[in-house]
């Protein structure tokens, strides 16, 4: 089963995103900052993290992500950066942070999901 990490300090955009993935047959891991975020994927290699941008705390998301695509332990992690910032500069700020897709909210979740298997897709 593979494992996806939900990193966002709304926690009912998390339930949205955890009902969603659980049929998918995922095993979900949930955080609530960037952080805790940053602590779960080193321990659990999370095949996929949905992560938000914008978090309270000590870093944000741009952060999480430039920190997990430069630990060499993540490497098979794919980013999807979720987040209500669609600016074009924000966009690329996301990519140049290493984010692997870049989905503004609000998003369907179809779009979502069409997001997920094109990155699974493209890993194998």
Do not use: W
């Amino acid at each position: 089963m593979k494992k996806i990490l939900i990193v966002d300090d709304h926690a009912d955009i998390r339930k949205l995103l955890r009902m969603t993935m659980e049929f998918v047959a995922y095993e979900i891991f949930e955080a609530a900052d960037g952080q805790a975020g940053l602590n779960l994927a080193e321990e659990l290699h999370p095949d996929l993290v949905l992560l938000d941008v914008m978090m309270p705390g000590g870093i944000d998301g741009l952060e999480v992500c430039r920190r997990i695509k430069a630990n060499a332990q993540l490497a098979r992690s794919k980013v999807i950066l979720l987040t209500a910032r669609g600016q074009s500069e924000d966009r690329a700020a996301g990519f140049e942070a290493g984010a692997d897709e870049y989905l503004v909210k609000p998003f369907s979740l179809l779009q979502l999901i069409e997001t997920i298997n094109k990155l699974e897709e493209a890993s194998s």
